[in-house]
Structure formats: structure tokens, C-alpha cells
């Protein structure tokens, strides 16, 4: 039988991303993740992960141009949005827009190559403007348009926030967003490829993606590593606060993976990117929390830290609220399930694995005035 969880399967050939989860290595399209996130922006990424390449000038500024000019959601979906603000979390807001975005794509039921190519940019463009509008719609504050003068993560802080941000904070947004971009097969995008595979569309696909995505156990866990950060509330109370929890097996989110069996290499830059943004913020206490949580972990489980784990304090200092972190999460990844989609679409073949049947057998049917 099958290790549960499919664990080791190879659900499908790619060309997007590798890890080596021994050493702690993770490639897009065989650059390092550390190379990506310390040079190249995530418009770049988006590119590389749908076309295999780095973007040279022109490509980039087709692309760019593209997502700017379809950065504005549709009537219906800024129709709807006020009721999703009061009545839906922000994940559950995602799922639903993102399939009710499907009834207004101008490409409409097109599942051609260049039309989901179309889908893919539109949908990286749409998904920050959704989340930013929700926010402030559920604060009651004005809604701020997208900024076409602004990049793509810029953008996003400055409808959310209600000010054009640093071009520190704007930079370390970007390269959150590169460091989330993609992931090989993990739960959400194997989710979307299968969606994909039985030649459903794109929106049902990334629908899918984000309801895998909400869980806990999977993107989940960088609010839940926010909420701890916060229970913990200084650094001194690290260690009983960990030893308590491991105490009464309780998991603690941001830590440990199903593929890594070393620390995560997002998380080392995410660490970085942690410590200099609280300091730059006046807020160092995140990090410390942070920084003796992490170690206690480890010396007491041998657990190394997961991208959403230092993801939680980063996105703190930069002033975004806790339940939006996930959602963050989704609109970053979405260049990598939208890019995974396209991928299954261009080799296809229906998924459907087996199952190792453990009920029982030669049963007969009894009448229901005979049973028990
Ligand atoms: C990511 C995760 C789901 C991977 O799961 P997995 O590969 O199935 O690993 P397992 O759950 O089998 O864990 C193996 C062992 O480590 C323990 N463990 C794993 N992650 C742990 C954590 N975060 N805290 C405490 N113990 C943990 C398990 O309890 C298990 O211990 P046991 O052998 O004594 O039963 C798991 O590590 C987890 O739940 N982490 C917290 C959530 C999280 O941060 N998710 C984001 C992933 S990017």
C-alpha cells in the first residue's frame, strides 16, 4: 500500500519548480530561490514560471502592461464584494470571487492555449485588487484604485494600506510574493491539476487551489504562526510556551514539512527579511519572539522552520492584518498554480489514482426490518 498522504508519488512531470527536500534547495525553472529573491522582481517570476525564461525588456514590459491594465475587477464582482466583506472570511471571499470572476472574463468559456495564457495574467493581476478591496470595505474605508504607476506588489500595499508604501516595504513585499510564487506539488496545486486534468477551466482549477489552500495545515499556518507570536507576547516565554505545547502534542504552526527535512530555504530568507523589517519598523519584538521560538523547536524537536513561519512576523511590521496573511499567500501563488494549469493542460491526461480498498468484502444484502 501506498504511504498515506501519497507521499513520494510523482503525480506529474514539470518543468516549474524542483526541490531537494534533504538539502533544503528549491529551484524555479532551475534558477535558486535565493538567486530570485534577492534580483528578480516578481513580474520577472510570474514570466519565467509561464514561459520557462527570464523575460528580456520587451517581455517584461508586455507583461507588466498586461497586468496593470487588468488589474480593475469587474462591475458584478465590486457589486458583490459588499456583502462577501460583511459575511465571508477573506479566504472564503477569494474562493467565491475568483469563481464568480469566470462569469465576466472576456475570454468566456475559450479553453484554448492563448486564452488561458490570458486567464492566467488576468487572474494574477484581479486577485490583489479583490483582497485589498474586501479590506477596506470590511473597515469601512474609502477603496483605493489600483495604482498603474505602481509594480504589481506595490500596488497591492497601497489599495490595502491607503498610502504608496516604502520603497523598502514595497521590496520586501515583492520578494514575500517570489518566495510564495510556486511550489512543486504541493496540496493546492496538485488540487488545481487535477481539477484541470478532467479539462474543467481555469477558474474552477484555481478555485479549487484556494480551498485546498485554507487549511491550517497548509497555508493556513502563517496566521496561526502570527496568533502564536502574539500569545507568546516576549521572547523569555519561548521556551515554556513551546515545551507545553509539544508537551500536549499540539502542533506549532510555521514548523516542520512534508518535503524538507532541513530548514525551508524561504524561511532563511524570510528570516532576514524579518529582522531587517522590524528593525526599520521600530518593531523588533516580532522577530525576537520569533528568533527564540525557533530555537527552542529545534533543540527540543528537531523541527526547522517552514516559510509561513517568519512569513507571519514580516507581514506583521508591514501592517497587514493577521487573517489576511493566507489570502496573501493565495494571491503569490496564484502565478504558480495559474502556470501548473496551463502546464497540465499543454500534456494532459485525467488523474485518477487507486485506492487500497480496507472494508470489508462478501457482504449480502440483508432487509432493512432484519438488521440490528
Ligand atoms: C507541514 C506538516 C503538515 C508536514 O506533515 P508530515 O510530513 O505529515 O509530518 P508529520 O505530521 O508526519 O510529522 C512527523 C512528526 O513530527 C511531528 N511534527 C511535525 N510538525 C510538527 C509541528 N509543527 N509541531 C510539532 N510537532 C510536529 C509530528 O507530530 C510527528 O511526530 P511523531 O512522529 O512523534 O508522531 C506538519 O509538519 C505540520 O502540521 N506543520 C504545522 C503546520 C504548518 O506549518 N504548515 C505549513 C507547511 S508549509
Do not use: C
Not at 184 to 195: G, K, L, P, V, W
Amino acid at each position: 500500500m501506498t504511504e498515506k498522504g501519497l507521499r513520494e508519488v510523482v503525480a506529474a512531470a514539470t518543468s516549474i519548480s524542483d526541490i531537494d527536500g534533504a538539502r533544503g534547495r528549491l529551484w524555479y525553472v532551475g534558477y535558486d530561490i535565493h538567486d530570485l529573491a534577492e534580483n528578480a522582481t516578481y513580474e520577472e517570476v510570474v514570466h519565467l514560471l509561464h514561459t520557462l525564461h527570464l523575460p528580456n525588456r520587451g517581455e517584461l514590459d508586455a507583461l507588466t502592461d498586461f497586468m496593470v491594465e487588468e488589474r480593475e475587477v469587474s462591475r458584478f464582482l465590486r457589486e458583490v464584494m459588499p456583502t462577501l466583506a460583511q459575511q465571508t472570511s477573506p479566504m472564503s471571499m477569494l474562493r467565491t470571487s475568483v469563481s464568480a470572476a469566470s462569469a465576466y472574463d472576456p475570454d468566456g468559456w475559450d479553453n484554448s492555449a492563448e486564452a488561458n495564457e490570458r486567464k492566467a495574467y488576468r487572474l494574477i493581476a484581479k486577485t490583489p485588487t479583490l483582497l485589498a478591496m474586501y479590506h477596506r470595505m470590511r473597515t469601512g474605508q474609502e477603496i483605493v484604485p489600483p495604482n498603474p504607476k505602481l509594480p504589481h506588489a506595490a500596488s497591492f500595499l497601497a489599495m490595502l494600506l491607503g498610502e504608496e508604501p516604502s520603497q523598502e516595504d514595497a521590496d520586501v513585499l515583492d520578494t514575500t510574493f517570489t518566495l510564495y510564487a510556486d511550489h512543486t506539488m504541493n496540496a493546492s496545486t496538485f488540487t488545481a491539476r487535477i481539477i484541470a486534468s478532467t479539462l474543467a477551466d481555469m477558474f474552477s482549477a484555481i478555485t479549487g487551489a484556494i480551498a485546498a489552500l485554507k487549511g491550517p495545515l497548509h497555508g493556513g499556518a502563517n496566521e496561526e504562526a502570527m496568533k502564536m507570536l502574539e500569545e507568546v507576547g516576549s521572547p523569555e516565554r519561548a521556551e515554556a510556551y513551546v515545551a507545553d505545547r509539544l508537551e500536549r502534542k499540539q502542533k506549532i504552526m510555521g514548523f516542520g514539512h512534508a518535503v524538507y527535512k532541513t530548514m525551508d530555504p524561504r524561511a532563511i530568507v524570510l528570516k532576514k527579511l524579518s529582522k531587517e523589517a522590524g528593525e526599520r519598523h521600530d518593531d523588533p519584538r516580532w522577530y525576537e519572539i520569533s528568533e527564540a521560538i525557533e530555537r527552542t523547536v529545534t533543540e527540543q524537536k528537531g523541527l526547522h522552520a517552514n516559510v509561513d513561519f517568519y512569513a507571519a512576523s514580516v507581514y506583521h511590521v508591514l501592517g497587514i492584518p493577521t487573517d489576511l496573511m493566507t489570502p496573501i499567500f493565495a494571491i503569490a501563488r496564484m502565478a504558480g498554480w495559474t502556470a501548473h494549469v496551463r502546464e497540465q493542460y499543454a500534456d494532459n491526461r485525467v488523474i485518477r489514482p487507486d485506492s487500497d480498498y480496507v472494508g470489508p468484502r462478501r457482504q449480502s444484502y440483508v432487509p432493512i426490518e432484519e438488521r440490528r
